[in-house]
């Protein structure tokens, strides 16, 4: 089996907490928008990743995820996000960290995710 992409769905109460996160402090663009339908829905993306973002309140009182972005320069994304967004920066891990395996991380957080930077 040759799997090339994980595409995670996050669900939200409100989308516009996830845009918010993503296209406006990670700055990954909405590239599949239905924002309007009953059941909203979009596709980010930035470079080769993609995320499925809806808006159904009942999944996501029940998935709350976290996952980790891995950057090649972790001090750039920090000095963006912490000047245009510090209220994402989760108060664990607020400044960039070298962890005991190695990896320089900080995270983010908002109303429904859990967010790693890391850098090896």
Known sequence: MNFTKLVPNIFYIDIKD????????????IEHNELNSKNPFCVVSRNDLRINIFQ???????????????????????QKVSKSHPEFLHPNLSKITLRPWKAKEFALMDKQLGIIIQEW
């Open 56 to 78: 159904d309140d009942g999944l996501a009182k029940e998935h709350n995820p976290e996952f980790r972005l891995i950057t090649n320069n972790i001090e750039e994304v920090y």
């Open 18 to 29: 996830g845009l918010k996160l993503f296209v406006d402090c990670l700055e990954f663009e």
